[in-house]
């Protein structure tokens, strides 16, 4: 009769974990009256955030070798590139977002999700701190604690405000889901606040002025979103105050969209102007009020212009709790968390950043660079061999493949610029090595590799990369002699981080997209607005989004987007 009922076995393991107990930590158990040996205890990796770094990093990872728990505010993962067409409804929010859930419950193996902030990483512990975003728990606070042997850092970045007086208050960001979500409603606000009777033309026209802050790839693309939902959808439904509509873009620097081929910024500018955006460039914001924007120009001085609704985006700063972690692992003076190229904090054995919360730092570099020195001139002569010094560079190029890009493109690769001696002949027995100069080419590969964009392509790499890596620790660690590990002894286990990049798109409104492939191949016009189509639908997470994503287009493409105030 009790032969359905739990049997004892279990009735202790849910005991153990009623109480706490921490289950996976039993080195075996009675089942029917048979012991069943288990293993040892997996190691429990912690990841923090649901972005495109972290989810990477989930979905590639073998969740079956880990205890895996996962620490977010949000539980779903946004994909981030589609956000300016989410402020004029030309897609919705819900079809750009996949529940983390809904990802993980694919994986072999038990993901935890815990749906909360972070607010303190503790490396010297091997524990997080974090507090529950949705209320408060029965304790009253809301705060609990995850250890971790393997934390995996992935908490991206905030806007940037540089400061600005009155940005935090009067200013709209747009980095989050609920960030375009206001933009769209305080879009139609602006709109309805214009047409209400008793208003003057000024006081129109002030409503109806949209500025954005900063001439990045975000800004521009919204600027664009915003003149086409105008001109597209709005001119129509409210066609007395359609004319009072003005864009404008400011920009510190001299052109809008520097990071791309300066074909795709004129084309851009051009096309601003042909569109009626009002692009502003050398001007300074320095102060945002409720009423007006006070920028400075070095020809006209201070100015103020009224607006209805600004949107600030000027880039990336870093968040509170990741200035906190750098100061516990000794990067106080840094701007950015710094890592070594297999993307672990330097300071640290086992945590992880990735994303656009850390950078791979040069200094490793160079500090690494200066120990394979050190260990090559065995006898401390400051000299060594050409065969030494072959040696030298060819662990320095294992290890770094950009410095042997470097190399590789100023003609390098024979080495006869570090040969050489000081009257110019090339030594083959002994010659003074040129550290110096090596150590400026270093620092000459540092400005172009080591800031790798903040781009959602250089997060899902390096989550990619990273769970890569993860998944062949244990395989690494019985077979030191394995193919994939880099044999000789004080030497890392994976090959370094290797950014691909795979090309930019600059979407400028119109059904016109500016594409920079790889290869510094530019193209520009109606065709690459179609490859922008493909490539986005492909690259979303799920079938679900995908069709989501693509019947939003075709319902904006046949019924124009929709303008309500929800
Ligand atoms: P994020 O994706 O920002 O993820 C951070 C995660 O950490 C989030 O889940 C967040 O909820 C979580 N988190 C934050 N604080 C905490 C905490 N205290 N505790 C726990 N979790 C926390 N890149 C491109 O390559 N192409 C594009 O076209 C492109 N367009 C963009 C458009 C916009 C509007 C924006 C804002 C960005 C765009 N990017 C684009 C950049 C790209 O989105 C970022 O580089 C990318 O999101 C970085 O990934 P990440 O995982 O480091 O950070």
């Given at each position: 009769a009790l032969g359905r009922g739990p049997s004892i076995s279990k009735l202790v393991v849910l005991f153990a974990v009623s109480s706490g107990g921490l289950v996976a930590y039993a080195d075996s158990r009675l089942d029917n009256g048979v012991e069943i040996p288990q293993g040892p205890p997996k190691k429990k990796v912690v990841v923090l955030g649901t972005g495109w770094a972290g989810t990477s990093f989930l979905k590639n990872l073998d969740t079956s070798l880990y205890d895996v728990q996962v620490v977010s505010p949000r539980n779903y993962f946004a994909f981030t590139p589609l956000l300016p067409s989410v402020t004029c409804g030309t897609v919705e929010a819900r079809s750009i977002v996949e529940p983390i859930r809904n990802i993980v419950k694919k994986k072999d193996g038990q993901v935890k999700f815990w749906e909360a902030e972070c607010f303190k990483i503790d490396p010297a512990n091997k524990k997080v701190l974090c507090r529950s975003n949705i209320g408060t728990n029965l304790d009253g606070n809301g705060e609990f604690a995850v250890e971790y042997d393997y934390l995996v850092v992935a908490l991206g970045a905030k806007s940037n405000t540089f400061n600005t007086p009155g940005v935090e208050e009067n200013c709209h960001f747009l980095k989050e889901i609920e960030d375009a979500q206001k933009i769209r409603r305080s879009v139609m606000d602006c709109f309805e606040r214009a047409c209400l009777p008793n208003l003057s033309d000024e006081e129109r026209e002030k409503n109806l002025h949209f500025v954005v802050v900063g001439g990045g790839p975000t800004g521009v693309e919204f600027a664009a979103e915003l003149h086409d939902y105008v001109s597209e959808d709005l001119a129509k439904l409210y066609p007395n105050v359609k004319d009072l509509v003005k864009i404008s873009v400011i920009e510190a620097g001299e052109h809008?969209?520097?990071?791309?081929?300066?074909r795709i910024t004129k084309f851009a500018e051009d096309k601003f102007q042909r569109d009626g955006i009002n692009v502003k460039t050398n001007f300074k914001v320095v102060k945002v009020s409720n009423k007006a924007i006070t920028m400075t120009n070095p020809s006209t001085g201070e100015v103020s212009v009224p607006y209805g609704m600004a949107v600030w985006s000027t880039g990336i700063g870093t968040r509170p709790v990741m200035m906190d972690l750098m100061k516990e692992v000794g990067q106080a003076g840094r701007r950015v968390l710094g890592t070594d190229e297999w993307l672990r904090v330097l300071g640290t054995n086992n945590v992880y950043a990735l994303g656009d919360c850390a950078t791979i730092s040069q200094r490793k570099v160079m500090?690494?660079?200066?120990?394979?020195?050190?260990?090559?001139?065995?006898?401390?002569?400051?000299?060594?061999?050409?065969?030494?010094?072959?040696?030298?560079?060819?662990?320095?190029?294992?290890?770094y493949p950009q410095v042997e890009l470097y190399l590789k493109t100023k003609q390098m690769t024979d080495f006869s610029y570090l040969l050489k001696d000081s009257t110019g002949n090339v030594n083959e027995d002994s010659i003074e090595l040129n550290i110096e100069e090596f150590k400026k080419a270093l620092a000459n590969v540092d400005s172009q590799v080591k800031n790798l964009p903040a781009t959602a392509q250089v997060a899902a790499q390096q989550g990619e990369y990273l769970a890569r890596c993860f998944n062949r620790m244990k395989q690494c660690e019985e077979k030191p002699e394995g193919p994939?590990?880099?044999?000789?002894?004080g030497r890392h286990r994976f090959r370094p981080f290797r950014y691909r990049h795979l090309g930019q798109f600059a979407p400028l409104g119109g059904e016109q997209t500016a594409a920079q492939l790889p290869g510094d191949w530019i193209s520009i016009g109606h065709s690459t607005q179609w490859l922008w189509y493909s490539v986005y639908a492909s690259k979303q997470v799920s079938w679900r989004t995908r069709m989501l994503v693509v019947s939003d287009w075709t319902r904006r493409f046949i019924f124009g987007r929709d303008s309500s105030c929800i």
């Open positions: 809008i969209l520097t990071m791309f081929d300066k500090e690494d660079v200066s120990a394979i020195f050190k260990v090559a001139d065995k006898d401390n002569s400051g000299t060594l061999t050409v065969k030494e010094i072959k040696e030298v560079l060819d662990d320095i190029c294992v290890r994939r590990r880099i044999r000789e002894p």
